[in-house]
């Protein structure tokens, strides 16, 4: 249990190719498919296309989390409503999608973190949370046997018992399983090449299958999104940053919940052991977008220099590789070169949490990895997500750049695009997700991080 979806696996969603349909969504992460599944609910005829596999990706590679804990201000409110979408969510979808409240903890090894915490709580006492400071004898009681010497140094936490974690590898096929049952048809090993425009709007869409007729087309494609775009001639500073994670054999519990420093992150998990990844730190490949984009990222950059290793080129059709194509009109594209992105792990940075997990509980000793790999976090320089229709192709919503957030809010983000796309109030203010900030002189200012 608990390893990624690959692209090895035999497809699970074959559904013939519709000629027509009302929405076409492009890609099966967790954003795609809960779009699906609101848009199925609205009685709209749905398809949804996805290159390799459902969850494939990011979706099923992701730590677990589902937290409001250390939100950015304006996606808290959406973050609250899946909040409570996820207690009702396994119901409705007929499977244990493993969420159990069981908390998140941000431990602060520096005065930076302490004012990073403090400054979410103006946030979380305006929406009520349960969100709380506490001391570092209070996270101490939290973690039973942990070391004197914390790794780093442990001066304070914040604590959201509320907050909880689900199997993304098991929670995301099952709502896609279920959006099939509402009437969506999903096709995996179905790239969508490009959009079929008609007089500069949205007909439907080219896939390798053949066409689809649609008057609306959402764009969920994670770390490819830029990249279909770009065959459009539209541009968005989206990159990919790589996170290794890893999976223990069963451990004794030490913590049921989700506990998160500058070196290494662990939780829970319903096999007995733990998901473990490095608390801060990622790669990049510096690829052509990496560069055409290094200004906008700048700030962003320099709150984490040493988190962040550099990789000196992408592979090729990998999103950003200098051998992938940028333009191929209504051929055969980079989308069916790579059907699953499936980056190498980093061994040794999960050689570091080892070592750091083994510091902070020194009962339990250095946790035994079962399985490892690593997954694509698609990003933009604010570190928030654009949510909102693209003015140069009408017809066109986008739902991209999640940047490490979407796995727990996902419900509530498909939620909000079915309403995009069909003409319905929202409820939240989208104002910070707009497609339009990163032209219109808008600073991107970073968000959270975790």
């Known amino acids: 249990m608990g390893f990624p979806i690959s692209a090895d696996q035999p497809a699970r969603f074959t559904a013939g190719l519709p000629a027509q349909a009302d929405v076409v969504v492009i890609g099966g992460g967790v954003i795609g498919v809960m779009t699906a599944w609101h848009l199925a609910k609205r009685g709209l005829r749905v398809v949804l296309c996805e290159k390799g596999r459902v969850a494939g990706e990011q979706s099923s590679r992701n730590w677990g989390w589902v937290r409001q804990q250390g939100r950015d201000a304006a996606e808290l409110p959406i973050m609250i409503e899946a909040s409570r979408m996820w207690d009702g969510l396994g119901a409705e979808a007929g499977a244990d999608l493993g969420f159990r409240r069981e908390g998140v903890l941000y431990i602060a090894n520096s005065e930076r973190d302490q004012a990073d915490h403090e400054a979410f709580m103006a946030h979380a006492r305006?929406?009520?949370?349960?969100?709380?400071?506490?001391?570092?004898?209070?996270?101490?009681?939290?973690?039973?046997?942990?070391?004197?010497?914390?790794?780093?140094?442990?001066?304070?936490?914040?604590?959201?018992?509320?907050?909880?974690?689900?199997?993304?590898?098991?929670?995301?096929?099952?709502?896609?399983?279920?959006?099939?049952?509402?009437?969506?048809?999903?096709?995996?090993?179905?790239?969508?090449?490009?959009?079929?425009?008609?007089?500069?709007?949205?007909?439907?869409?080219?896939?390798?299958?053949?066409?689809?007729?649609?008057?609306?087309?959402?764009?969920?494609?994670?770390?490819?999104?830029?990249?279909?775009?770009?065959?459009?001639?539209?541009?968005?500073?989206?990159?990919?940053?790589?996170?290794?994670?890893?999976?223990?054999?069963?451990?004794?519990?030490?913590?049921?919940?989700?506990?998160?420093?500058?070196?290494?992150?662990?939780?829970?998990?319903?096999?007995?052991?733990?998901?473990?990844?490095?608390?801060?730190?990622?790669?990049?490949?510096?690829?052509?977008?990496?560069?055409?984009?290094?200004?906008a990222y700048l700030p962003t950059w320099r709150r984490n220099v040493a988190g962040t290793r550099l990789l000196p080129a992408a592979p090729r059709a990998y999103p950003d590789g200098w051998g992938t194509a940028r333009r191929w009109g209504s051929g055969v594209s980079p989308f069916e070169a790579m059907r699953v992105l499936d980056p190498r792990p980093n061994l040794r940075a999960l050689g570091r949490v080892q070592d750091a997990f083994a510091a902070a509980f020194p009962k339990l000793g250095r946790p035994q990895i079962a399985s490892a790999w690593a997954g694509m976090i698609d990003t933009l320089p604010d570190v928030v997500p654009v949510i909102d229709h693209v003015a140069a192709l009408p017809g066109l919503t986008l739902a991209t750049g999640m940047s490490g957030h979407g796995f727990g809010i996902g419900p509530a983000v498909g939620r909000v695009v079915a309403d995009l796309v069909t003409g319905h109030p929202v409820g939240h203010d989208l104002g910070r997700f707009r497609f339009a900030r990163f032209h219109d002189g808008t600073p991107l200012t970073g968000g959270p991080s975790i």
Request: contains cysteine.
């Open 126 to 295: 305006a929406h009520r949370l349960d969100t709380r400071l506490l001391s570092a004898a209070e996270v101490r009681a939290l973690l039973p046997g942990a070391a004197e010497a914390w790794p780093n140094g442990l001066r304070s936490g914040l604590w959201t018992a509320s907050d909880g974690r689900a199997e993304p590898w098991a929670a995301v096929p099952a709502l896609a399983a279920a959006a099939e049952r509402m009437g969506v048809a999903i096709v995996e090993d179905c790239a969508v090449r490009c959009l079929d425009l008609v007089a500069g709007r949205v007909a439907g869409v080219v896939t390798e299958k053949g066409r689809i007729a649609a008057g609306a087309v959402v764009l969920a494609g994670g770390a490819w999104s830029a990249l279909f775009l770009r065959n459009h001639g539209v541009s968005i500073p989206q990159l990919s940053v790589i996170s290794s994670v890893a999976q223990t054999v069963p451990m004794p519990e030490i913590f049921p919940g989700n506990a998160v420093d500058g070196s290494f992150a662990f939780r829970r998990r319903l096999d007995g052991g733990y998901t473990i990844a490095p608390g801060d730190f990622q790669e990049l490949y510096l690829g052509p977008d990496a560069f055409r984009h290094f200004a």
